[in-house]
């Protein structure tokens, strides 16, 4: 038996509004796999907190470029009050402009 595996987080629609909750208290980011089938690049952008915004700085961004992909495993990012997610087309902090509806899939794992 694996000692503190693996939760798995599957979200198929990641968008620009308020940021997805992956896990309302601190954890840690073990693995993602990013995926944008959108002709243009974006940007995955996760939060030490479980309900962010544009107007929230992000712990981590990730660009993910257009029909392509982004994954790191064996990873243990520590986030130290929640984890959440959202996806914008620019790098800025405070970009809240949309990547195409149903364009950003994140498989991840934490605990």
């Given amino acids: 038996m694996i000692a503190n595996p693996e939760t ?17 208290s601190s954890g840690q980011l073990t693995s993602y796999f990013l995926s944008n089938s ?4 974006c940007y995955v952008k996760f939060y030490d907190k479980a309900s962010a915004t544009a107007s929230d700085t992000p712990a981590l961004t990730i660009y993910v470029p257009s029909a392509g992909a982004a994954n790191l495993s064996g990873i243990s990012w520590t986030f130290n009050s929640a984890i959440s997610i959202r996806a914008v087309s620019g790098f800025a902090d405070s ?17």
């Fill in 38 to 41: 959108g002709g243009s690049a």
């Fill in 8 to 24: 798995l987080y599957r979200n198929i629609n990641v968008t620009n509004g308020t940021a997805a909750n992956i896990k309302s």
């Fill in 95 to 111: 970009d809240n402009t949309a990547p195409s509806a149903g364009s950003i899939i994140a498989n991840l794992g934490y605990r």
